[in-house]
Structures are given as structure tokens and as C-alpha cells.
């Protein structure tokens, strides 16, 4: 026995399957769209947490009168600040 298909359920089920399969891959396309989207606005998010993050830390340095790191050769002193009492005496020199 053999099977025959006529002709306009054959397209029609072409019709279908093609039509279907445009429904799939414009949803797997916005669905990459909405990823990407989403990624980079946590990027954003998390760049700008960092830069509050630091500009906190620059605030409480700056409170506090600033930070006194030892001179030595990977911390030279900024050349362009003029400060007469930069460098700290102690009582054992």
C-alpha cells in the first residue's frame, strides 16, 4: 500500500513548518537581544557601583587628612605638590 499526499495539504503543511520556523527564530533572536540588553545594563551597574565605591574611599581619605605612604621606589612623591612637611621626623630619625 502506498501512500499519496495530494498537493495542497503537502503545501499547506510546508507553509506551516516554514512559517513556524520563522516563529522560532525571531524568538531566538529577540531572545539574544534581551541578553545582550540585560548584560550590558548589569555591566553598567556594576562599572558605576565600582566608580561610587571609590569616589567613597577618595571622600574618606580626604576627611581624614589623607593617607601617609612610606617613599620608597615604587611610591615616589607627587613632584607637582609643593609640601614643606611631607616627609615625617620621628624621635629614633
Same mark, same amino acid.
Request: glycine residues 2%; proline residues 4%.
Given at each position: 500500500?502506498?501512500?499519496?499526499?495530494?498537493a495542497p495539504k503537502c503545501?499547506?503543511?510546508?507553509?506551516?513548518?516554514?512559517g513556524w520556523s520563522i516563529?522560532?527564530?525571531?524568538?531566538?533572536?529577540?531572545?539574544?537581544?534581551?541578553i545582550h540588553e540585560n548584560t550590558i545594563e548589569r555591566a553598567r551597574i556594576e562599572a558605576r557601583t565600582i566608580f561610587e565605591?571609590?569616589?567613597?574611599?577618595?571622600?574618606?581619605? &580626604?576627611?581624614?587628612g589623607g593617607v601617609y605612604v612610606k617613599v620608597d621606589e615604587s611610591t615616589q612623591p607627587n613632584?607637582?605638590?609643593? &609640601?614643606?612637611?611631607?616627609?615625617?621626623? &620621628?624621635?629614633?630619625?
Open positions: 500500500m502506498q501512500l499519496k499526499f495530494s503545501r499547506s503543511c510546508t507553509l506551516l513548518i516554514a516563529i522560532v527564530a525571531f524568538s531566538v533572536l529577540w531572545n539574544l537581544y534581551l565605591h571609590n569616589l567613597a574611599y577618595r571622600k574618606w581619605n &580626604t576627611k581624614h613632584p607637582y605638590l609643593d &609640601t614643606p612637611d611631607r616627609d615625617l621626623q &620621628t624621635v629614633n630619625g
